[in-house]
């Protein structure tokens, strides 16, 4: 009986072209276990041997928005099948006791952490450093800032809250000696930012982009503003704020003309698929609603020689 009011919801939804009644009807029927085979507004082209991902940033509430925004993430991956995410800081909000661990993201991301995806944690200024880099399902290796690679892709996970020179260094030698076709950095504060409450981290501006233009960062991701928005390409590279995986802050922006895409009207996640030179993204809002897409060529630039060339 259950299978077949399912199939029901879905073919309604379906034909009607409501997302909110698929997703309304996975949140209140615990989707955690049922495969979902409803064909979702796909954005990105699944290319083969593509590195796929997707993005949360400001997620760790407990809340039913942030739960229902996971249920959304896991039906884009059954089609996706990515396998990681990137985690853009705010992950657990609060008190940090493993019952806040539990619930705030143990039982909202289960079916992914169950299928294998892999969650890949930076720090906001909502988190404990002492409890957050020693999770293991975080894999931050215990560290505050680290870099991992997937395929052609090198990703440099930051710690905004303190950029001290011993960051800085590492900052610099690690986008030096990468050999990733692509680079990505994300953390916590944008830099870049046209949101009314916190703005862009101008400090922490005049310390990456320096670094960012003269070792070839491709992209950029951070949360911190409760909101999404896609800015113009700064220097051959790409802005991404995405704040709003759980926290929301309406009618935020001072749009600006910097600002290609602006989004505060809901919660929402992103998808990434990095194929050769091309880089697609999909914007999700939390009723099903793709709020931005697209494909952003990589920029060549000049990098300078290493050492001993």
Known sequence: MRKQILSIVLACGLAAGNANLLSAWVIQNNAQSTPVTAKLDLRLPLEVKSTRFAVIGDSGTGENEQYEVARLMEMYRQQVK???????????YGSHSPKDFERKFDQPYKPLLDAGVKFYASLGNHDDPNDERLYKPFNMGGERYYSFRKGDVAFFALDSNYMDPKQLNWVEQNLRD??????????????????RTHGPDVDLRTQLVPLFQRYGVNAVFSGHEHVYERLKRENNIYYFILGNSA????????????????F????????????????????????GATIDSGMLPQIQTAQPAKAGR
């Open 82 to 92: 990515f396998d990681f995410v990137i985690m853009l800081g705010d992950n657990i």
């Open 178 to 195: 990468s050999q990733g076709k692509w680079k990505i950095c994300y953390f916590h504060h944008p830099l870049y930012n046209d949101g």
């Open 247 to 262: 926290k929301l802050v309406s009618n935020d922006f001072r749009p600006s003309e910097q600002m290609i895409k602006g």
């Open 264 to 287: 505060d009207t809901d919660r929402g996640f992103m998808l990434v698929e990095i194929s050769g030179d091309k880089l697609y993204f999909q914007t999700i809002s939390r009723s």
